[in-house]
């Protein structure tokens, strides 16, 4: 996964996600992906690689 990577919900039958849809959806896979512990071990890696990163 690239350092940058974001998550892009796609919509199904062409029906494409508001603006504000895919805040939300990007903060829930975020939270997801907190409580699963995968964020943890990326999150180390990058504050190892620029020590600026706030969080």
Known sequence: MSKRAQYQPIGGNGEEPS???EVI???EFKKADI???YRK???K???RENPDLKR
Do not use: F, L, S, T
């Open 19 to 21: 603006a504000a849809q």
């Open 25 to 27: 959806y990007a903060k």
């Open 35 to 37: 409580a699963g512990g």
């Open 41 to 43: 071990p990326k999150v």
């Open 45 to 47: 890696e990058a504050k």
